[in-house]
């Protein structure tokens, strides 16, 4: 199926870890991204091929892949890092791009 | 360094046609490690690949949209396009264009630069 299942929402007291996951059948060929998107701004990719950061982004930002599912840590969660949190992969199959429905972090 | 800047009207009448542009600077369109896209967001909803395409013109759509989008380049004035035809309100959405990198030994790609966007309304 073209679709990625993340979890509506996660919470995270300032200095914990926050984990958010990302499930779908594309996720067993395939790599996956992650992307922060602030209210009123664009997304920013945060993580690509599963565990690489783009240049500049913090290294609090981390990504694992295991079969079927991605993961998204944060390390010493700041307020700052409260956003919308969107995960995607790349069909090998026929090429489309899917996208997760998206995850709102909430530092507590 | 890349940016993209999308274009057009913020406004779009009931079964018209929602045309959209996007100009690249910094960079040639023509670079063949990227891909360019169109990505749209509804007000408070997730974000919705629409389309992508290659320097050359090949395209891929979103299956959901397909019937309704076309997308094309323009590589003399390093811009892409997007034309989305019979729109309704649920067409109502911030428009983002974007690069892709795509690696083509590992089959990934990933939106890695991305346009401030521009807000369509279908209204009347």
């Known amino acids: 199926s073209y679709d990625l299942t993340q979890p509506p929402s996660v919470s995270v007291s300032p200095g914990q870890t926050a984990s958010i996951t990302c499930s779908g059948d594309a996720l067993g060929n395939t790599y996956a991204c992650w992307y922060q998107q602030k209210p009123g701004q664009s997304p920013v990719l945060v993580i690509y091929q599963d565990n690489q950061r783009p240049s500049g982004i913090s290294e609090r930002f981390s990504g694992s892949h295991s079969g079927s599912t991605a993961t998204l840590t944060i390390s010493g969660t700041q307020a700052m890092d409260e956003a919308d949190y969107y995960c995607q992969a790349w069909d090998r199959g026929t090429a489309f791009v899917i996208l997760g429905g998206g995850t709102q972090l909430t530092v507590l | 360094q890349v940016q993209l800047q999308e274009s057009g009207p913020g406004l779009v009448k009931p079964s018209e046609t929602l045309s959209l542009t996007c100009t690249v600077s910094?960079?040639?369109?023509?670079?063949?490690?990227?891909?360019w896209s169109w990505i749209r967001q509804p007000p408070g909803k997730r974000l919705e690949w629409i389309a992508y395409?290659?320097?050359?013109?090949?395209?891929s759509y979103n299956p959901s949209l397909n019937s309704r989008v076309t997308i094309s380049v323009d590589t003399s004035k390093n811009q892409f396009s997007l034309k989305l035809n019979s729109v309704t309100a649920a067409d109502t959405a911030v428009y983002y264009c974007?690069?892709?990198?795509?690696?083509?030994?590992?089959?990934?790609?990933?939106?890695?630069?991305w346009g401030q966007g521009t807000m369509v309304t279908v209204s009347s």
């Open positions: 974007a690069r892709i990198y795509y690696d083509n030994s590992r089959y990934w790609g990933a939106f890695d630069i």
């Open positions: 395409i290659y320097y050359t013109g090949s395209t």
């Open positions: 910094g960079g040639s369109i023509s670079t063949g490690t990227y891909y």
